[in-house]
């Protein structure tokens, strides 16, 4: 007999009212929900004795509607195996049933139906960058060169040893021996200063922006946003609320004296200053001091996203914002999106001391806390040393993707893309001509299995220079030279 698992069970609704008789109501209610595919064939249905314990009714009716069911060919019963939905039943109402459940595209355009102005707010354009898994897919590491067999050794022993205490409801601020371990590592290869007390686990960098924005913002609150920026961060701070103040990036980082003009009341700054996204420069000394000074002096927050600092070729990694600020001014945010694996969705806040008791209760209003099982794998992938190993054998792999890159680009495209930022990280940007139409370029390449994301939803106010971000951690290198070709015909 073909196996099919226990399904649930729709929930039956039966009028007691009603002039139907119950057993009429019943097997009525089956038929439909075999013939809409609800129930599939072959699947188990609950015991006469427990569907009428379940309704609160008595057996007799449901005893009935079972009898006229089998009569009929719904049901069939197997000694010893129960009753199930009858193995015969076409299968085109499975196809119905597909039909049914089809995943629409979401539609960019959005409905007509009242929703918030919040919710018109967050809408992107279409990304056609991400219509394909093609080469460049920005923020994609190398999952192919993640030791995986260790992690899923490491996972099931884990999942195999699960106590009372990580079944149950856990610490909003995370694991502690977790951020005991991402302290320790942060204070080593950042120079973040802090203790455990001051981490908090998040299930990612956009959550912990988001609850940054909800913690350290009110409604209609200023933020200086890096132009061109994160369109993630964008979207985090518009979730709360927040209004972004557009300010300028140049050579050395944002412009710190255009955003003093611009907005002297904003309470808060997001910057990407290790490797600024999507431009990949790294600020200035002289920029830093001038943010946390004008920070410190208009009691402002600085959210610093170090999303991918691991990663830094041919010159030693920059110290952290946070850790040459004095004011206790930055909310330090970090992920294991790019040195695990995006799907794990776990990250990081560090936050000043006097902040933790609201960060803890942003941290439960949102969704309470993150994974148990996954916290305590990745303490242990820590602990052990492996972490370490893995971003020091991925530091290597990226920079000879990265030459790569940077060599295809020199042949086949040549000075139609110029090429900026500095040597760092999974990604790399590129200036396209004047005139040329960024979008229309990575429409264009998506049509040839090629994903590159335009430069110019990245601002928020104008001038927007177009051009390209290439992703260069998840590609092969045979990828990179074909990727670069196709690409070069898009132009
Ligand atoms: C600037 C920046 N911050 C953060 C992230 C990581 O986001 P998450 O941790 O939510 O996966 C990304 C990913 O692409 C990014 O580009």
């Known amino acids: 007999m073909q196996r099919i698992p226990a399904g649930f069970l729709p929930p039956v609704a039966m009028d007691v009212g009603s002039d139907t008789p119950m057993y009429q109501q019943l097997s009525d209610w089956f038929r439909r929900a075999i013939s809409s595919g609800q129930l599939r064939p072959g699947q188990r249905v609950p015991s006469t004795r427990s569907l009428a314990s379940e309704l609160g009714i008595s057996r007799i009716p449901v005893l009935g509607a079972y009898e006229q069911l089998q009569s009929e060919g719904f049901l069939e019963t197997f000694t010893g195996a129960g009753t199930c939905v009858a193995r015969a039943i076409p299968s085109d109402m499975t196809i119905e049933r597909k039909r049914q459940i089809r995943v629409e595209p979401v539609a960019s355009a959005g409905g007509s139906r009242r929703t918030s102005q919040r919710a018109k707010l967050l809408r992107q354009p279409e990304p056609t960058w991400l219509a394909n898994m093609g080469a460049f897919r920005v923020g994609v590491p190398a999952l192919d060169a993640f030791p995986s067999a260790l992690w899923s050794r490491l996972v099931s022993r884990h999942a195999r040893h699960l106590s009372p205490e990580t079944m149950g409801y856990g610490d909003p601020m995370g694991h502690l021996p977790l951020r005991e371990a991402i302290a320790e590592y942060l204070g080593a290869a950042r120079a973040v200063r802090c203790d455990a007390s001051q981490v908090l686990i998040t299930t990612g960098s956009q959550q912990g922006l988001q609850i940054c924005a909800h913690v350290l913002l009110d409604a209609g609150e200023r933020v200086w946003m890096e132009d061109p920026g994160y369109p993630g961060a964008h979207q985090a701070l518009r979730t709360a609320g927040a209004e972004l103040v557009p300010v300028p990036v140049d050579a050395e980082g944002i412009d710190v004296a255009h955003g003093a003009r611009v907005g002297a009341?904003?309470?808060?700054?997001?910057?990407?200053?290790?490797?600024?996204?999507?431009?990949?420069?790294?600020?200035?000394?002289?920029?830093?001091?001038?943010?946390?000074?004008?920070?410190?002096?208009?009691?402002?927050?600085?959210?610093?996203?170090?999303?991918?600092?691991?990663?830094?070729?041919?010159?030693?990694?920059?110290?952290?914002?946070?850790?040459?600020?004095?004011?206790?001014?930055?909310?330090?945010?970090?992920?294991?999106?790019?040195?695990?694996?995006?799907?794990?969705?776990?990250?990081?806040?560090?936050?000043?001391?006097?902040?933790?008791?609201?960060?803890?209760?942003?941290?439960?209003?949102?969704?309470?806390?993150?994974?148990?099982?996954?916290?305590?794998?990745?303490?242990?992938?820590?602990?052990?040393?492996?972490?370490?190993?893995?971003?020091?054998?991925?530091?290597?792999?990226?920079?000879?993707?990265?030459?790569?890159?940077?060599?295809?680009?020199?042949?086949?495209?040549?000075?139609?893309?110029e090429v900026i930022g500095t040597e760092a990280g999974m990604q790399l940007a590129g200036y396209l001509p004047p005139g040329v139409d960024d979008v229309a370029v990575s429409r264009k390449a998506a049509t040839v299995g090629v994903s590159v994301r335009p430069l110019t939803p990245c601002y928020l106010a104008s001038p927007k220079r177009a051009g390209l971000i290439l992703g260069y951690g998840g590609v092969s290198p045979e990828q990179i030279d074909e990727g670069v070709r196709k690409l070069s015909q898009c132009l």
């Open 265 to 417: 009341d904003a309470r808060a700054v997001y910057i990407s200053p290790s490797h600024q996204f999507p431009l990949g420069m790294a600020m200035s000394a002289s920029r830093r001091m001038q943010l946390l000074r004008w920070a410190a002096s208009h009691d402002a927050w600085i959210i610093e996203d170090d999303y991918d600092s691991e990663y830094r070729f041919g010159s030693p990694p920059l110290s952290s914002l946070q850790g040459t600020d004095t004011n206790d001014r930055v909310i330090y945010l970090g992920t294991f999106s790019k040195v695990m694996f995006p799907a794990l969705r776990l990250g990081y806040l560090v936050v000043p001391k006097d902040l933790v008791a609201d960060f803890h209760a942003g941290r439960d209003a949102i969704d309470t806390f993150s994974s148990m099982l996954y916290q305590s794998v990745m303490t242990e992938f820590i602990r052990d040393g492996h972490f370490a190993r893995h971003i020091r054998s991925m530091r290597t792999l990226y920079m000879e993707k990265r030459a790569a890159v940077h060599d295809a680009i020199r042949r086949y495209i040549g000075d139609r893309l």
